[in-house]
């Protein structure tokens, strides 16, 4: 093969590597980003619940008042049935006796009702706080991945950028001019295989004496159509059989 051409091939290898180093560089802080967003939709979950129980906390303390208000005029009602004198006084006060514990009863409902919602909200809670410690660790986690992996991706950067430099040095000017011309046209991607006949990139038929001169590797070749440096990899030799 062509010095030139393998060296080319070798260099897209390494410009798409570089590539896809810097786009995953690029996609980390939206990753980052979604890891805040989690954290923040778990804490609000847990924050809707401590809502809750502070709404029904409040809600028994104003029954619990109200209560305490019936009672009182409750136990006024029954002092002043024994101070009646006549009968239709006492059958005002029997009605405003039985109005007011009819009315505490239908607190105690409500109360009892309360009490269980508290109870239900008191594990909702715990589930909600152990959800979010859960989340808290498993975001931790994979914060930590993405820290590595930012760290690990630049050096990789570094390491295709030093070797991008040496190969580069072995590569003639005038070769050099075409891909840098191609893969500034056709967004990185300066070199396709050919391959039965076929530009392995934009898939146009070649001509046979095209597709001839390629597959010998000895040239720098390009697509017709879509410009880009051609080259060819020979089938794999088969495996020799047991007889032969």
Same mark, same amino acid.
Request: glycine share 2%; net charge neutral; aromatic share 2%.
């Given at each position: 093969m062509? %010095?030139?051409?393998?060296? $080319?091939?070798?260099l897209?290898?390494l410009d ?9 560089i690029a996609? @980390?802080?939206?990753s980052?980003? /979604? ?8 804490a609000?979950?847990?924050q809707a =619940?401590?809502d809750? @129980? ?9 029954i619990?008042?109200d209560?305490?208000?019936v009672?009182?005029r409750l136990?006024?009602? &029954?002092d002043q049935? #024994?101070? =009646?004198?006549?009968?239709k006084?006492?059958t ?5 006796i ?12 409500r109360? $009892?009702?309360?009490?269980e /919602?508290?109870d239900?909200? !008191? !594990?909702?809670? &715990?589930a909600a706080e152990?959800?979010?410690?859960a989340?808290?660790?498993?975001? /931790?986690r994979?914060?930590?991945a993405?820290?590595?992996?930012? @760290? ?19 590569i003639? &000017? ?5 891909y ?6 056709r967004?990185g991607v ?10 392995? =990139?934009?898939?146009?038929? #070649? ?5 001839n ?18 080259y060819?990899? %020979?089938?794999?030799a088969p ?5 032969s």
């Open positions: 062509l %010095p030139d051409l393998e060296h $080319l091939i070798h897209q290898e798409s590597a570089t590539e896809r180093a810097r786009r995953r996609d @980390i802080p939206g980052q980003q /979604a890891l805040e967003a989690r954290t923040a939709a778990r609000a979950e847990l =619940v401590k809750r @129980i502070a709404v029904t906390t409040a809600s028994r303390r104003d619990e008042k209560v305490a208000a009672q009182t136990s006024k009602y &029954k049935l #024994m101070s =009646v004198k006549t009968n006084e006492y005002a006060m029997q009605h405003e039985a109005t007011a514990e009819g009315l505490v009863r239908s607190y105690d409902d109360l $009892l009702e309360l009490m /919602a508290g239900q909200e !008191a !594990a909702d809670l &715990k152990a959800a979010m410690k989340e808290q660790a498993q975001i /931790a994979e914060q930590q993405l820290d590595q992996e930012k @760290i690990s991706q630049a050096a990789e950067l570094e390491r295709l950028s030093a070797e991008r430099a040496d190969l580069v040095s072995t003639s &000017k005038e070769a050099m001019d075409i840098v011309r191609v893969a500034h046209g967004r300066a070199l396709a295989e050919a391959r039965d006949g076929l530009c392995g =990139v934009c898939h146009v038929r #070649m001509r046979p004496q095209a597709y001169q390629v597959r010998r590797n000895d040239s720098i070749y390009q697509c017709e159509s879509c410009t880009r440096i051609l060819h990899v %020979p089938p794999a495996a020799p059989t047991a007889q």
